[in-house]
């Protein structure tokens, strides 16, 4: 069945004064193939999930980490163009976020042991929540016959900031310092709208800014009797388990490729390294979009890339 693509990109006034990005060199791959052709996977790649892997990344060079975790409403943030803070004034507190000229103000009623949380969130909220689904599209590689290996990607993060009281927390605000882009998995007749990032393939996690991207640890596992490719993943919305520490934001996924042009992606609840957080989570059942009608293919948090791998 044909498949459409169709990319779509917000204004970039949305999002001034992002920060300049790094380019993470690939090493490891790039030096036998080019992006443009199939790199053939090698069983080597790193399977534990437990141990803390190395790093795709021989620089010295330190980058910029933001801050993740719980507040109180003094904490103030000036960072990378982004400025966020909790003022009060008249027995209450107001909210003023600003990235750019994207402006997030909010006024709170609450006691004085109400706290900020900071968190990385699903990466499907800014500028709306128009998909349940994320598609990282990467360099094709190829999966040997019964072939199981693990791969790293980058995703792009979202910022959720949240409102804690009395044990019960509430979301106020998300942003990103990355630009959306959205595209079509499918067509319009039978597909679904994703959120769209492009990624190089790493044999082991990538230094990456933690506020711009975080670390996809895609467990890739052919279990058929031919060689196949693959060239993007999406992961829906209910599978997304992020955590984060003060340096990186991660997540997991596990692709089974049942026939050369349809697979299953599952998210895990699995981080990166032992030590790490998990994130709040934004995710809520929805119904679905009039363009998300891949009616079969969605099981709990199992999505069926039943339209093509490349």
Do not use: C
Request: aromatic residues 10%.
């Amino acid at each position: 069945m044909p498949n459409t693509k169709l990319h779509y990109s917000f204004p970039s006034n949305v999002f001034i004064n992002q920060p300049e990005g790094t380019t993470i060199p690939l090493r490891r791959i790039t030096r036998r193939k080019s992006t443009e052709q199939p790199v053939q996977t090698s069983p080597s790649a790193p399977s534990s999930a437990s141990a803390t892997p190395p790093v795709d990344d021989e620089s010295s060079d330190e980058i910029p980490a933001f801050a993740y975790g719980r507040f109180t409403f003094d904490y103030a943030v000036n960072f990378a163009g982004l400025s966020l803070a909790v003022e009060q004034s008249r027995g209450m507190y107001h909210y003023h976020r600003a990235i750019g000229k994207a402006v997030r103000e909010a006024t709170i009623s609450s006691s004085a042991g109400a706290r900020m949380i900071i968190h990385p969130v699903e990466p499907l909220y800014v500028p709306d929540p128009v998909t349940d689904f994320l598609e990282i599209k990467f360099s094709e590689i190829m999966i040997e016959p019964n072939g199981k290996t693990v791969i790293f990607l980058t995703f792009p993060i979202e910022i959720g900031v949240f409102i804690e009281s009395k044990g019960e927390t509430d979301v106020i605000d998300v942003f990103t310092f990355k630009q959306p882009k959205y595209s079509m998995y499918g067509s319009s007749h039978r597909g679904v709208i994703t959120k769209w990032h492009k990624s190089q393939v790493h044999a082991y996690p990538p230094q990456v800014k933690n506020y711009e991207e975080g670390v996809l640890r895609l467990t890739i596992q052919n279990t058929t009797d031919e060689w196949v490719y693959v060239s993007r993943v999406i992961i829906y919305e209910k599978g997304m388990f992020i955590h984060y520490d003060d340096s990186v934001v991660s997540m997991a996924a596990e692709m089974t490729i049942l026939n050369r042009e349809s697979a299953d992606v599952a998210g895990v609840d699995r981080p990166l390294r032992p030590e790490m957080s998990r994130s709040i989570r934004l995710y809520k059942p929805r119904k679905m979009s009039a363009f998300s009608n891949v009616s079969g293919s969605l099981v709990d948090t199992v999505f069926t890339m039943d339209l093509g791998l490349i």
